[in-house]
């Protein structure tokens, strides 16, 4: 894959990178003019500037950029044995350009279980920002790696909380109804105007959780917003396509 369309990739995933050029090199440089690589947050993703502690340097500044947030681009002229510790003493010019992708919508699903493996696994092809909380180390280990996923293992679901917003879409597909109230409880107490909540379950676990929100103190018109059972009505009860029906009954409502 060329570093263009890697860069294409990453964009449709929502992924910040970084394009780093080799613009000028003068004396004796392990790089080619005009080389290129693509630094993201996990590290380089596509091509080369030469490798070893140059191409180290190139990633290290292209993350730091990644993390300035006004970062647009950036060139520096860095002497190989000065800046960079190498035994040759040319010089190098780089073009550090941050390529950022429009705001991605993001998706914070709480529960790691055969389902929302497979939601994830629709979702790391989309254009969002997933993130997935559980108790479970070892089931989050076994969730799809995409670069636009990221796991987070809590002591207890509701304390990942924290880790979504009132913009965020919100499913709850934890391992069971003692699991999922907490989670509600939290949700709909911190971000009343949530874009979407959405349970797995049946119409009487809906019932059920509707009683004990009540109980925990939860207002009947916030109640009206949880949609259990998530997904739209289609397909079997299957993973899989459970999975697809949840992911496009989130396109639905993100119109």
């Known amino acids: 894959m060329s570093v263009w369309e890697t860069v294409a990739r990453e964009h449709q995933r929502g992924i910040a990178c970084v394009v780093v050029t080799i613009l000028q090199v003068r004396g004796s440089v392990p790089g080619m003019l005009g080389g290129k690589v693509v630094v993201t947050a996990e590290g380089l993703v596509a091509g080369t500037v030469g490798g070893g502690r140059v191409e180290a340097k190139v990633i290290e500044e292209g993350q730091r950029l990644l993390g300035e947030d006004e970062a647009v681009c950036e060139e520096v002229v860095w002497n190989l044995q000065r800046d960079v510790g190498m035994t040759c003493g040319g010089e190098m010019r780089f073009l550090f350009e941050v390529v950022r992708p429009l705001a991605a919508w993001h998706v914070g ?3 790691a279980g055969h389902v929302a493996k497979a939601v994830v696994g629709v979702l ?5 920002r997933v993130d997935v909380i559980d108790v479970r180390a070892d089931w989050l280990e076994g969730l799809p790696k995409a670069g636009n996923v990221k796991v987070h293992c809590v002591s207890a679901y509701e304390d990942g909380v924290g880790l979504v917003s009132e913009k965020s879409y919100i499913l709850c597909l934890t391992k069971g109804h003692s699991t ?3 989670v509600l ?3 709909l107490r911190r971000y009343p105007e949530g874009a979407f ?4 379950g049946s119409l009487a676990k809906r019932a059920v959780l509707s009683r004990e929100l009540r109980e925990d103190g939860i207002e009947e018109e916030q109640l009206e917003k949880v949609v259990c059972p998530v997904g739209l009505p289609i397909g079997t009860n299957d993973p899989a396509e459970i999975a697809i029906s949840i992911v496009a009954q989130l396109l639905e409502r993100r119109g």
């Open 109 to 111: 699903i709480f529960g």
């Open 124 to 128: 790391s092809g989309l254009a969002c």
């Open 185 to 187: 409880r939290e949700v």
């Open 197 to 200: 909540l959405g349970v797995i």
């Open 180 to 182: 999922d109230r907490p």
